[in-house]
């Protein structure tokens, strides 16, 4: 969708970290006899070649804000209160601080600012062994950095209601509601190792596909290139109409009451294991690497991905209403 599954974006940032890592464990380069003090400085060193040698791109964070409007709408007068509350404590001393909707956006707004300490926190690289067994397979998954766990840790500190954590909490509530949102690309939930890609595909972002969105997780972060617009920031009225309109719209098209069994699902590696799911039923079939999406591709995809917008929608807003009702107490 421009997506709100993107983290501005994997297929740029992480996956050039990736890229990095994998450098030094392949070549067998120590890093500390070649002059570096550790590793992180030589990651640092081959990405900023990667980037030199990338192309740099812009794109709409429309979706990210869809869903935290839809999970507005839910969200209880109470909570809300909290949450500005929440959010202010970071207010003086934020060169990313933003208003409102743009609140889903900080994340990514960090990350521009070349704050990528924290980018394994935007995906989970559940092994998919596609044709081959799995024991072929070289994929490293972190679960202590990855995306579920970090939204695990921070549901556990938005409920805490003792302690100076308030600043913490404002920084982690913020990940919070934007994580929920990549939770639910199905691509940032899996990589697909295969004989070509014993090491995984980076969920898609080595899958290249002939299209001017050129990675298969570059067109699910773009949502199929079709039909949300783009909304420039920063957010203006007219910006806010637009994205509250198509949360309407999305939630007119998957109201709430479609989810029943869905969401009564709390556990979130149970949430994660269900997209990745999706990953593997629509995202890559119907289309094969270094060939152009189908139209039908394309259109049949598209609902899948506001489908998930929805849901992530609610399931924002249920999981707030849960886990800062706690904290009420502060207000």
Partial sequence: FVFFFSSR???????????ARRCVQETGINAEYMGFINTQRMLFSLLMLAVIFSQTYAWSDTPHMII????????????????????????????????????????????????KAFDEWHFYDQLWADGIPEEQCKVRTNKKHCIVNTVEQ???????????????????????IHLLGDMHQPLHEITRCTKEHPNGDAGGNLFKIDHKFNTLHWLWDEAMATTLPTVQRPLNAEGVQIVEQWAQNIMKEHPRSNFEQELKVTNLWEMAEAVKEVAKK??????????KPTDTYLKTRFPICTRLMALAGYRLADLLNNHLKLSLIHI
């Avoid at 921070?154 to 919070?176: C, I, N, P, Q």
């Avoid at 629509?282 to 060939?291: E, G």
């Fill in 282 to 291: 629509y995202a890559y079939t119907d289309i094969k690497p270094n060939t």
């Fill in 154 to 176: 921070s549901k556990s500190l938005l409920a805490r209601t003792s302690g100076d954590v308030e600043f913490h909490k404002s920084k982690m509530l913020r990940y919070y």
């Fill in 68 to 115: 935290y409007a839809i999970a507005k709408k839910d969200i209880r007068p109470g909570v809300w209160t909290r949450m500005k509350e929440i959010f202010g404590y970071m207010k003086e001393n934020d060169a990313n601080y933003k208003e409102d909707l743009e609140m889903a956006l900080w994340a990514d707004d960090v990350k521009v600012n070349k704050m």
């Fill in 9 to 19: 974006r994997r297929h740029t940032r992480s996956s050039l970290v990736s890229w």
